[in-house]
């Protein structure tokens, strides 16, 4: 039994669905389906209107309780941005204007509260959602969801997030003040059928270390109540009614995650190191300040990339500069003496757009560096903060997208006038911060001794360096199997990558998701990478990996692989090389 | 525009702001506003293209779509008009502390 085999997986009326991984991690258990359910009114009337007006009272009560408790939990875990969105709705709660007809209309025409509160809300979130405007669409949202809370109240239901028992979650999607709720009880692992790797509650999911799996469509019609599930957070798998051998399988995995997790914190705080004495610097990407304790704990020694879109995306709309300043210093306190690498916003492609926009090819559109140098006050503001945040010198600048050299020269030009900026003010700042760029466009690989004159360092983008390598979208299903991240393509451009920015004394970092891939990692050292960046839960196993190797051998292995013509051979060479040097606990 | 003819032809506070801060009239700003407004007895409206909304209702507020560089008019009426358009202009003219 290994991975490949399970998702092919149809015996015993075992099913298999294939999600996006969006938290690592393995879960055994019950289902728990939840509905936040379409809320339903009719034009009901009341016997007793002075009671209902108590009803509605008592309901508003309850739900400021709820919204206090939902602040406080995201003010502890999340930050103050996602606890003021909760603080809004709670002011909501004590609208007047609002509410002022809900009770006329209690009195005077005798409806039921619910009723009353559905009419006057659904007023407003109709006005919102004429609008085409986003951030008036999730407003919608947010009020359609305190709506709900209010008649669910009404009804005196139970609040469905109080669970008695250890259970999967599993919805159609699960909105940032589900999942923290979610999270005070024995949750082991959310399953949604909506929301990509970036969605609010797979980033959550991640910071709170709950397996979970995204993007399932159709799971709710498959799985029913109380059914038992596996969830695979590493491999995006969710098996339904899993049989004895399914069981057994993931059984030892989770066993062998903990013991190992265990056994793995030993080694924190060695080097990655090969038999042979080759260092490998091992560096985490993150999305959240949060994150860096984790990666701390997990033996991160440096942040390689911290993606600044989540920022963004938590907050619907480009950070003011003073969140920025607040979130990089403390990033870089937390992280000093160690360093810390900041991309700059990579907006576009597959993620969430500004303004109302469409591209026809977005992934060859508008996108990273080519969006910030067009909103230059945008990009200025950013660098700026990045400066301000370099103080203890040990920040790091990245460009993403980069595909020309005039694209490096003109946030260079941008960078200095920022840095000049500062300067005339006396605000203090490293001035000799590190500029690199993310390989992540083939035209760097061809022409990477002139690139490569031109920064600090390098560092490769795995993921889009790939698709555009192959001209495979891999989130296209249709052409899913012929992304293929060990196609000989990929592993040469790599070799012109390392091999030309060596050439000029610089060093070569990768962060795209290969890097995080066991059977990919001896190749990556062979290759010559000087940092590994990866997710931080795989940090002590492939601390473990390189430890059990020697880089005689790495080097060997990858001429080998060089030389083959598909990617089927590589992998079945790595595959034979990771099960002899027995690297596992297993 | 029958608004905006209304607007200029009656005895109250008029006053024309722009929005000046980058995230616009986000949700922290505008549940300050809104508790900036309660603090006076005069009504509070905002006018944004042919729309109107009461400034003292958060979620009348939250219906706006008002990003940078949006022009809005703060139409102020009652004893303490003079004090609230001051006040609530200012907070306009600050980028509602964002700047």
């Known amino acids: ?586 | 525009m029958l608004i905006n003819y209304c607007i200029e032809h009656t005895e109250l506070i008029n006053k024309k702001v722009e929005i000046v801060n980058r995230a616009g009239l986000h949700t922290r700003p505008a549940a300050t506003l809104v508790k900036l407004a309660s603090k006076f007895k005069s009504d509070f409206y905002i006018y944004q293209d042919d729309m109107s909304i009461n400034g003292k209702s958060i979620i009348g507020v939250m219906t706006l779509c008002a990003e940078q560089g949006s022009k809005l008019t703060l139409q102020f009426e009652g004893e303490d008009e003079s004090e609230a358009a001051a006040e609530i202009e200012d907070y306009f003219k600050r980028g509602f502390d964002e700047l």
């Open chain 1, 1 to 586: 039994m290994n991975f490949n085999q399970i998702e092919t997986y149809n015996k015993n009326g075992v099913i298999v669905l294939k999600g996006l991984p969006a938290a690592p991690g393995y879960a055994i258990g019950p289902a728990h389906i939840y509905h936040r359910d379409k809320i339903e009114t009719f034009p009901s009337v009341v016997l007793d209107p002075s009671e209902e007006l108590l009803n509605l009272e008592s309901a508003i009560e309850k739900s400021k309780k709820e919204l206090s408790k939902i602040i406080s939990i995201s003010r502890e875990k999340i930050g103050e941005r996602t606890a003021g969105i909760f603080e809004a709705h709670a002011l909501i709660l004590d609208d007047q204007l609002l509410f002022g007809p809900i009770l006329e209309n209690i009195k005077n025409n005798r409806f039921s509260a619910e009723y009353s509160v559905d009419k006057e809300f659904s007023k407003y979130i109709s006005v919102m959602k004429q609008s085409d405007d986003q951030i008036l669409l999730e407003r919608a949202a947010d009020i359609e969801d305190l709506k709900s809370r209010l008649i669910r109240n009404l009804r005196k239901k139970r609040w469905e997030s109080r669970l008695k028992h250890s259970v999967i979650i599993v919805a159609h999607s699960l909105t940032p003040a589900d999942t923290l709720l979610f999270s005070r009880n024995e949750v082991l692992a959310y399953v949604s059928e909506f929301g990509g790797i970036t969605s609010h509650a797979a980033i959550i999911s991640r910071a709170l270390n709950i397996p979970a799996v995204v993007g399932l469509h159709g799971a709710m019609s498959k799985i029913s109540d109380e059914v038992q599930l596996i969830i695979d957070g590493f491999n995006g798998f969710v098996i339904i009614n899993p049989d004895e051998v399914l069981l057994n399988f993931y059984s030892k995995k989770i066993k062998s995650f903990s013991r190992n997790h265990e056994k793995l914190k030993e080694i924190k705080n060695l080097p990655a190191e090969t038999f042979d004495g080759h260092r490998i610097r091992l560096n985490s990407n993150i999305e959240l300040v949060d994150e860096v304790d984790f990666a701390i704990a997990n033996g991160a020694e440096g942040i390689g990339l911290f993606r600044t879109e989540e920022l963004f995306f938590l907050r619907g709309n480009f950070p003011t500069e003073a969140e920025q300043i607040e979130t990089y210093s403390t990033l870089a306190e937390k992280m000093y003496p160690e360093t810390v690498v900041i991309r700059t916003f990579d907006l576009g492609g597959d993620k969430l757009l500004l303004e109302d926009y469409h591209e026809k090819n977005p992934f060859l559109g508008w996108r990273g560096i080519r969006m910030m140098l067009d909103k230059s006050h945008i990009f200025e503001e950013q660098l700026q903060a990045i400066l301000i945040s370099s103080v203890h010198k040990n920040v790091k600048i990245m460009l993403p997208m980069i595909s020309t050299i005039e694209e490096i020269r003109q946030s260079k030009v941008i960078l200095e006038k920022v840095k000049f900026k500062l300067q005339s003010a006396s605000i203090p700042f490293d001035k000799n911060i590190e500029v690199g760029i993310m390989a992540e466009v083939p035209s760097i690989a061809f022409c990477i001794s002139d690139f490569a004159k031109e920064v600090d360092f390098i560092s490769v983008g795995t993921n889009d360096l790939t698709q555009y390598i192959l001209a495979v979208d891999r989130g296209n299903e249709v052409v899913s199997d012929k992304f293929q991240e060990f196609h000989p393509a990929v592993l040469r451009a790599l070799k012109m990558i390392i091999d030309g920015a060596h050439n000029e004394n610089l060093k070569v970092s990768i962060c795209g998701e290969l890097a995080s891939n066991y059977l990919a990692v001896p190749l990556l050292v062979g290759l010559g990478f000087d940092e590994l960046s990866v997710n931080e839960h795989y940090l002590p196993e492939i601390k473990k990996l390189i430890r059990s190797s020697n880089i005689s051998e790495l080097k060997e292995l990858t001429q080998e692989c060089l030389l083959y013509k598909s990617h089927i051979e590589i992998i079945k060479l790595c595959n034979k090389y990771l099960k002899k040097i027995k690297w596992e606990y297993d």
